[in-house]
Structure formats: structure tokens, C-alpha cells
């Protein structure tokens, strides 16, 4: 029996690992970004966030109101957020208030942060894209559910437990230019 608890939670680990690792933003478009399409002041429009769930862990995941709970963070994170981008620098902005900077680096629809903690919790890769005028910035499924996880509404055990039930998970950002 304790052979296949170790089994078992090996198993666990290795799922998590892997999921972690990965490095895709399913849908979005890899179009190339040009450095002077982001240079300037860059207001939230809106949000979106989600959540796909195993569907056989879905009712036993339910009470827990995931994509309910993540869009509530998001939005509470993003409510008067603004960046400025110059030159390798971006500054993040809440309610016209300076909060923190980065150095960044344009990699095609990629932006590496130096600084993972620009926006208030750990997201060192914004995947952009353009779409009618806006700018939007995606965050990866281990940042988004970072984000879920962050102020301890549901436990480091539970999370962990969460973290192997979730298919993927998303956190999407918009902005208009000032």
C-alpha cells in the first residue's frame, strides 16, 4: 500500500511539472508585434478570464466557482491599471499611481519581464497580440492560476489538487491607447 501512495503521488508530481512547463496560449494569434506598435500609455478596457476543468472533476470542482473567483481577481488587479511603454522600459500604473517597472524584451508576440512581479503577482511572459484597436496581453495557465491562488482563499493543498484537475486556465488583458 505505501509502494502506491508513492506511486500515486509521483504520478501527481510529475502531471503538475509537466503542466507547468508548458508554454502555450491556446488561441491566440503569433502574429509578430512590432516594438513601436506597444510604445506609449496603454489603459484597461476589460477583462477575461477562465478556467477549463477535467470534465470528470467538474462537480466535484464546482463548489469551488473557479472562473467566477478568477475573473473577481482579475478584475480587482486590473481595476485603473495602465502601462506605459518606452524604450525596454514599462511601467505599471494603478489608478494613475506609479506601482512598480521592468525592463522588458519584445520576442515576436512575447514580452519577457525582468521584473515577474510588475503587476502585483508572479507573470514574467505577457503574450500580446493587436485585435480592433486594442492591445491585449495574455497570461500563461501557471500565472492565471497563480493569480487564483495568491490571497489564500483556497488552501496550498487544495490549489495543489486544483493545479492537477485543470485542463487550462486564462487570464486576458485589454487595453486602448491613451
Given at each position: 500500500?505505501y509502494?502506491l501512495?508513492?506511486?500515486?503521488?509521483?504520478?501527481?508530481?510529475?502531471?503538475?511539472?509537466?503542466?507547468?512547463?508548458?508554454?502555450?496560449?491556446?488561441?491566440?494569434?503569433?502574429?509578430?508585434?512590432?516594438?513601436?506598435?506597444?510604445?506609449?500609455?496603454?489603459?484597461?478596457?476589460?477583462?477575461k478570464?477562465?478556467?477549463?476543468?477535467?470534465?470528470?472533476?467538474?462537480?466535484?470542482?464546482?463548489?469551488?466557482?473557479l472562473?467566477?473567483?478568477?475573473?473577481?481577481?482579475?478584475?480587482?488587479?486590473?481595476?485603473?491599471?495602465?502601462?506605459?511603454?518606452?524604450?525596454?522600459?514599462?511601467?505599471?500604473?494603478?489608478?494613475?499611481?506609479?506601482?512598480?517597472?521592468?525592463?522588458?524584451?519584445?520576442?515576436?508576440?512575447?514580452?519577457?519581464?525582468?521584473?515577474?512581479?510588475?503587476?502585483?503577482f508572479?507573470?514574467?511572459?505577457?503574450?500580446?497580440?493587436?485585435?480592433?484597436?486594442?492591445?491585449?496581453?495574455?497570461?500563461?495557465?501557471?500565472?492565471?492560476?497563480?493569480?487564483?491562488?495568491k490571497?489564500?482563499?483556497?488552501?496550498?493543498?487544495?490549489?495543489?489538487?486544483?493545479?492537477?484537475?485543470?485542463?487550462?486556465?486564462?487570464?486576458?488583458?485589454?487595453?486602448?491607447?491613451?
Amino acid at each position: 500500500m505505501y509502494v502506491l501512495k508513492k506511486i500515486f503521488i509521483l504520478c501527481l508530481s510529475l502531471t503538475v511539472l509537466i503542466a507547468c512547463k508548458d508554454d502555450n496560449v491556446p488561441g491566440i494569434d503569433k502574429t509578430e508585434v512590432d516594438q513601436n506598435q506597444i510604445l506609449g500609455k496603454w489603459n484597461i478596457h476589460s477583462t477575461k478570464a477562465y478556467v477549463n476543468v477535467k470534465a470528470s472533476l467538474k462537480p466535484i470542482l464546482s463548489p469551488f466557482n473557479l472562473d467566477d473567483k478568477l475573473q473577481k481577481k482579475l478584475d480587482d488587479k486590473a481595476s485603473g491599471a495602465s502601462f506605459l511603454f518606452e524604450d525596454k522600459m514599462v511601467y505599471f500604473f494603478q489608478d494613475g499611481i506609479l506601482q512598480d517597472s521592468s525592463l522588458y524584451e519584445l520576442d515576436a508576440y512575447k514580452i519577457h519581464l525582468d521584473n515577474p512581479e510588475l503587476i502585483g503577482f508572479y507573470a514574467p511572459v505577457f503574450y500580446i497580440r493587436f485585435s480592433d484597436g486594442l492591445f491585449i496581453t495574455y497570461l500563461r495557465r501557471a500565472e492565471t492560476l497563480e493569480l487564483l491562488e495568491k490571497d489564500g482563499s483556497i488552501s496550498s493543498s487544495e490549489m495543489g489538487w486544483i493545479r492537477t484537475a485543470v485542463e487550462d486556465a486564462q487570464c486576458e488583458l485589454r487595453f486602448q491607447q491613451d
